[in-house]
């Protein structure tokens, strides 16, 4: 089992700047790969931020630039979110895929976007 715990949520104002962290814990040596995921009201629940398998990032078109994943060798990972707009308001979750294809999701930090 792998634990995952996000923090760093919070109300920001459009063009402000927020930092998410995610904490992972327990077979942590069974994660293959490790990325951010974010669920707006009513959508479905999308990509933001990924690492893959070989440490490559990707992230989605609409937060290039703006976004930039980190991590560090005490396993956490970082979200660090820059010219923040509305749009960004979600659900944020930490996900880890196992080397076996499971996926692990943290409880989730909410942002909010607003002026």
């Known amino acids: 089992q792998v634990e995952l715990v996000e923090s760093g949520g919070g109300l920001v104002q459009p063009g402000g700047s927020l930092r998410l962290s995610c904490a992972a814990s327990g077979r942590i040596f069974s994660i293959n790969a490790m990325g951010w995921y974010r669920q707006a009201p009513g959508k479905q629940r999308e990509l933001v931020a990924g690492f893959s398998s070989g440490g490559s990032t990707n992230y989605a078109d609409s937060v290039k630039g703006r976004f930039t994943i980190s991590r560090d060798n005490t396993w956490r990972m970082y979200l660090q979110m820059n010219s923040l707009k509305p749009e960004d308001t979600a659900v944020y979750y930490c996900?880890?895929?196992?080397?076996?294809?499971?996926?692990?999701w943290g409880q989730g930090t909410q942002v909010t976007v607003s002026s």
């Open positions: 996900n880890a895929r196992s080397y076996a294809s499971k996926d692990y």
